[in-house]
């Protein structure tokens, strides 16, 4: 049996050290993955992929005075916001999508990247985190690394910046990336040596047989979370019909590092 090592020494002190938690960018995240990636990557200062969840400052609330005001310093609040068409976006159905989130404190660094995504992808992933922070921070403050699954997918550009950012972070997509109310702007760094330590990634594959972008130090057997769906054929229906991503209850499923492929 595998030795398995679960990445705590360097999150103690930050609240429960929560297994590190897998978007899969595959799966009709393309749009958040390359927002998250972008804040992750491409921004300077970048936020890295190490997050603090602190329960909207301690409220619990998303529409807490702290939620609401991290919100607004996104850029995600008021609204109608740019992503609205009463905002003057000219694609309907399109949600603000914040890079940190405001459920954590690293958001109260200001900066925050916004892009324009799609409204039922920014929903699963806002109920996906949820659901992560009850399943495996207990609903408490924790400190968890998010992992970016299938970076290299179909429609996911920024999550390839983690290894060229001057190439590959080029703010050109048709809903580009908004930072303190401006288009973010292209970085000059064009080798990953050079990021900041917080941004530098590697590619890893999974026990599942996933690849998947996690921090560059990360050790061979780490247990990682991926969000699956409970009920496969539930998801099916809300996506063949357009319905509400509520209706899908995700549980997390262990995963494994198993090989360092760059």
Same mark, same amino acid.
């Given at each position: ?74 850029? /995600?609040?008021?609204? !109608? ?6 905002? %003057? =976006? $000219?694609? *309907? ?43 495996? /921070?207990?609903?408490? !403050? ?6 970016? %699954? =299938? $970076?290299? *997918? ?109």
């Amino acid at each position: 049996m595998l030795f398995k090592t679960l990445v705590v020494t360097s999150l103690i002190g930050s609240g429960i050290a929560a297994p590190g938690m897998i978007f899969n960018c595959a799966d009709n995240m393309q749009d958040v993955c390359n927002n998250m990636c972008w804040g992750a990557y491409c921004t300077k200062p970048s936020f890295g992929a190490t997050l603090k969840y602190d329960r909207y400052g301690g409220t619990g609330k998303r529409d807490s005075d702290i939620g609401k005001a991290r919100q607004r310093s996104a850029g /995600c609040l008021p609204r !109608p916001n740019r992503c609205s068409t009463d905002g %003057g =976006n $000219p694609r *309907a159905g399109e949600n603000c999508d914040e890079y940190p989130f405001a459920s954590t404190s690293d958001a109260d660094k200001g900066g925050q990247v916004t892009k324009c995504v799609i409204s039922r992808h920014n929903s699963r992933q806002g109920r996906i985190i949820q659901q992560y922070y009850g399943s495996s /921070c207990n609903s408490q !403050p924790c400190t968890f690394i998010i992992g970016f %699954g =299938n $970076p290299a *997918a179909a429609g996911v550009q920024y999550c390839q910046a983690y290894s060229n950012p001057h190439g590959k972070c080029i703010n050109n997509q048709i809903a580009k990336i908004y930072k303190n109310g401006a288009p973010d702007v292209r970085p000059t760094t064009k080798k990953r040596s050079e990021l900041e330590p917080v941004a530098q990634s590697a590619l890893f594959r999974m026990s599942s047989g996933m690849e998947v972008l996690l921090p560059i130090d990360t050790l061979l057997n780490t247990t990682f979370v991926h969000p699956t769906a409970r009920n496969s054929t539930m998801k099916a229906w809300v996506e063949d019909n357009d319905e509400d991503e509520d209706h899908i209850d995700w549980m997390f499923v262990e995963d494994f590092v198993a090989t360092k492929l760059d």
